[in-house]
């Protein structure tokens, strides 16, 4: 899951990004709100969270534009200002969520599961191949009822081929969707996690399809 966060208090920022990193997600970081539209007009995010008081453009201005432009990617919105007119306008133009700084984290990370659990294009919150189950929600995988564990890394490739099962994911895609913008290390790091997912969920699954990436399937025998 690829989360774009828009912040100017790069502490704040750095510290959202590292926790949401440790939970499984791929995130990104900018600072300005002319920046965090261009970033979410050309990236393909699942989810936006979007400081209001921002230089450039403000929170609202962004998200106006986005909806304006079918841009339906779930927006979280921060604020440091309380009121039921703040909210309102969040939400009137087209915010999905609202919360107010000072948050706590946990509340933050639960909003952000909610919100991607409701996301469009029926998000499904279990995963299911075969007798592979991968629980979104809880960020629990099973094969025939045993769980496997992950590390977050392993569950984020799984989780994006899962919802592509039956189709090849390149490594560019795989990349794109669980490595941040700003990776630039080698991409047969994929292969890696691949190997790892294989030797942990066992044979039969991940298929390489040769020079076109990877096919999560449901094993036989």
């Known amino acids: 899951m690829r989360v774009l966060i828009v912040e100017d208090e790069k502490r704040l920022a750095r510290s959202l990004a590292q926790g949401l990193t440790a939970e499984g997600f791929a995130v990104d970081v900018v600072h300005t709100g002319t920046d965090g539209l261009h970033r979410a007009s050309e990236g393909d995010y699942d989810l936006l969270i979007l400081d209001i008081m921002l230089p450039g453009m403000n929170g609202y201005r962004v998200c106006a534009a986005l ?25 009137d ?8 700084k000072p948050f706590s984290y946990v509340v933050l990370v639960a909003r952000v599961r909610a919100l991607l659990r409701r996301r469009g294009r029926g998000a499904a919150p279990e995963l299911r191949v075969g007798d592979l189950a991968v629980d979104r929600a809880a960020r629990r995988v099973t094969r025939a009822g045993a769980d496997v564990a992950l590390t977050a890394k392993e569950f984020a490739v799984l989780e994006h081929l899962a919802t592509r099962a039956g189709e090849v994911v390149s490594k560019a895609e795989i990349l794109e969707h669980s490595w941040d913008f700003a990776y630039d290390g080698d991409p047969n790091i994929v292969e890696v996690y691949i190997s790892a997912l294989r030797r942990k969920l066992g044979p039969g699954l991940i298929v390489t399809v ?3 990436g990877y096919r999560l399937v449901a094993a036989h025998g």
């Open 93 to 100: 133009t087209g915010a999905d969520d609202y919360l107010t």
């Open 67 to 91: 909806r304006a432009a079918g841009n339906e990617t779930p927006i979280l919105m921060l604020t440091a200002k309380d009121g039921e007119y703040d909210e309102a306008e969040g939400l």
């Open 210 to 212: 040769r020079g076109a």
